[in-house]
Each structure stands twice: as structure tokens, then as C-alpha cells.
């Protein structure tokens, strides 16, 4: 979905007519899970179900967008809706850690009830938890009952008087993964407690923002499989045994000392 503004820079948010893509054009085909793709996004869905070590079942639904904004005076976001009753009850996280509860208010407008989401947005009521994980820092709300709003980017013509002295229109392709976790056992039930995330999500979110890193190491047996693996850069600083090691071709030789010049 889009807001179409007219009003609004890099800090003020205005909110303008509200409108959705046209998706009737669009491909549908499977690449690791259903893939829409327009000319100017792409959405791809992996769902998950299984029973965790925390005594709990989840549904794990991870949707990967690659967005590339270039219509001025539009907002991109995507809204999530499900059953829950949550009555207006959103909370985000502050700092990965410490989190805050808001509550919709019918006589504030649009722009007072988006929030910062530095990685976690959440809904619930005593039947089910959805909770949004993200890889950066995004805007979110709860405007309807059961619905997230999770921002994706924003194009903006005009400067909004707050000290950047220009509009939003420096985008660039985007690739956003946001992760959606539907638990119903496994979290405190009670409206009235204070928040806190569940054992599952914190280990969704560790993996997440976190994620393992893998290094190795390549071992060649000798200088020509190197180059000829790895182009004209090599693995060792020794040109005479490089040079030697390689054919007598003299434009070889001379790629191979160039490059290490």
C-alpha cells in the first residue's frame, strides 16, 4: 500500500490519500516461495510451522521485499492484518530490548500514532501474538484493529522546514526483510502485564539481526589454479614465482604485475 502526499520531508509525516498497487499485471511464479513481482517491487514469501524447545507452536512467515521508489510524493508500506483483537494495543521495542506500549486514539490524527521500529512491532490477544521482526530500523503503526503498517521507503519533493533544506529523493534499490512470528501458546496472555517478548521471538530476532557468520578459507594447490580461480589477483606476493609458475606468455606476465603494482 502508498500514501499519496503533498505536504511532508524527511522528518514530517502528512498523510495524503491512501491507495494500493495494481497487481493485476503482475508475475506470479516460485523461487525459494510465491514471488509477486511488478517493475517496481518485488515480494517474496517463505512460510515456516513448527513446534518449538519452548513448549510452544508458531507459524514463521518471512517476506523479503526489494523496492526501488522513484514516484515523488509517495510513502510505501506494507500492512499486515489478522484476527486479532488486539483494541487499539501496539507495542514496539525501544532498542532491541526495553519496549513501549501505545494506544490508538480516534481524536489524535494519522502522522501522532506512527512510531519508530528499531527491530519489533507487535499485536496480541489471549488467542494469538503476531509479531513483525525487522533486519533495520522502520516506521510502523496500528491504524485498524488486527493490522500492522510497517514502512518500506518514501519519495518526497519538497524540504519540510527542519533543517535538511531538500526534499527525500535520493533512493536507491531496497531489500527489506521482515519476519512474521504467529504464536498461540508460549506468551504471557494477560493484557494488563507488562510486555515482554517470548523465548522464541528472542531467538528469532538473535538470528536475525544477529546472524551466524561463516568464514573459510581456500587452499590451492598451486599459483596457476589461483589465478585462474580468483582472475589476475593471487594469493601470494612472490611475482618470480608466480611468473614462473604461469606460462612464458608475455601479456600474462604482464596482466600479473600490473595488478599487484
Known sequence: MKWKVQKGGAYLFFP??????????????KRDGPVVSTK??????????FIDEFDGSAT?????????????????FVRFTSTVENGGIFHTDLNGFNFDTHHFRDDMPVQSQVF????????????????????????????????MDIW??????????????????????????LRVIMETEGYNKDKDAEFEI??????????????????????????????????????TNDLK????????DAEKNQIIIKNFL
Not at 17 to 28: E, I
Not at 205 to 223: M, Q, T
Not at 241 to 248: D, R, T
Open 16 to 29: 495524503g490519500d491512501l491507495a494500493t498497487f495494481d497487481v493485476q499485471n503482475a508475475d506470479r511464479y
Open 152 to 177: 518500506l521507503d518514501r519519495r518526497l519533493n519538497q524540504d519540510d522546514g527542519r533543517g535538511l533544506s531538500q526534499g527525500v529523493k535520493d533512493n536507491v534499490p531496497v531489500r527489506t526483510r
Open 198 to 235: 517470548s523465548p522464541l521471538v528472542r531467538r528469532m530476532w538473535e538470528e536475525l539481526n544477529h546472524p551466524l557468520e561463516a568464514f573459510g578459507k581456500r587452499v590451492y594447490e598451486s599459483a596457476e589454479t589461483a589465478l585462474k580461480q580468483q582472475g589476475t589477483f593471487a594469493i
Open 40 to 49: 517496481e517491487w518485488k515480494r517474496t514469501v517463505s512460510r515456516y510451522d
Open 60 to 76: 514463521v512467515v518471512d517476506f523479503v521485499y526489494e523496492t526501488f521508489l522513484q514516484t515523488p510524493n509517495e510513502e510505501w
Open 241 to 248: 614465482k608466480i611468473s614462473g609458475e604461469m606460462s612464458n
Open 116 to 147: 519508530p521500529m528499531p527491530t519489533l512491532a507487535c499485536i496480541q490477544d489471549d488467542k494469538m501474538r503476531v509479531t513483525v521482526l525487522s533486519e533495520h530500523a522502520q516506521g510502523t503503526a496500528s491504524l485498524e484493529p488486527g493490522t
